[in-house]
């Protein structure tokens, strides 16, 4: 009898498996009525709060903490603001939903190919989330926080390969982010809601994981490297010669 009470205690298929859902279901719901009755910045403090147990062990692990777990605050906090930004209710079920599907289906999955879509959404709606909630801001913060959020998308993707230039790739590319944010935000354009530095960070982030991906799998030819490096450039010239130039909506 003692035996079976501890089996549903576990958390991989009893009762504490099923409040540990609870609780995340519950979580981009508070969100949701937070941001519904215009209290935004305790949903920003309850997303931070989820994640007290980055602070449960000494304070000399707290950064280390922090950097695994910031891809999962960065969407949460872009989801928050996607909320904020959209104009009707519908819209922010559909970004709470969405909230829902991160949490219980994406963050969860530990192989390295989910690790590395993970990486890439974070990136994606972070810079998203970046240029729609401070399009106006000083160029300093844009370039900041773009380094910032393309270093963490980086380090989180990086680490799952056991990579050994890991920091340094990820600063490399955390670097490169900030310098294309420098240059473009000076004309600062938008394709809809995506900002033209989040466009060009997302066709030569993806590019690029996509060939280390391949190249750590051994499933990397020379033809599709070639393919690979192709679109890239491609992408990248027609964005940058069809854009016009100005501080617009295109």
Known sequence: MITNLKARLKPANGFAHLLKVGLVVLLPIIVFVLVRINFVQLAIIIIILSKW???AVRPRYW????RANAIDIIVGVSFLIF??????MAWQLV????YG?????????????MVSIQAGIGQLLGLMALFLAWPSAPLAGLVLGSGGICYLAARH?????D???????????G?????????LAHWLLFYGVIAQPTLLLLVLGYGLGALYYLDHRDRLSTLLKREFIFIMVAVVIVVLAFSHWGNKIV
Do not use: C, H
């Open 175 to 183: 670097y490169f982010g900030a310098a294309l944010t420098w240059v």
């Open 163 to 173: 990579e050994p230039y890991s920091k340094f790739l990820s600063y490399l590319w």
């Open 63 to 66: 950064p280390a903490n922090i």
């Open 53 to 55: 147990r980055m602070f």
């Open 95 to 98: 970004w709470m939903l969405a």
């Open 83 to 88: 909320m904020v930004q959209s104009g009707s």
């Open 101 to 113: 599907v991160w949490l219980l289906i994406v963050k969860p999955s530990s192989n390295v190919l």
């Open 157 to 161: 993707y990086f680490d799952s390969f």
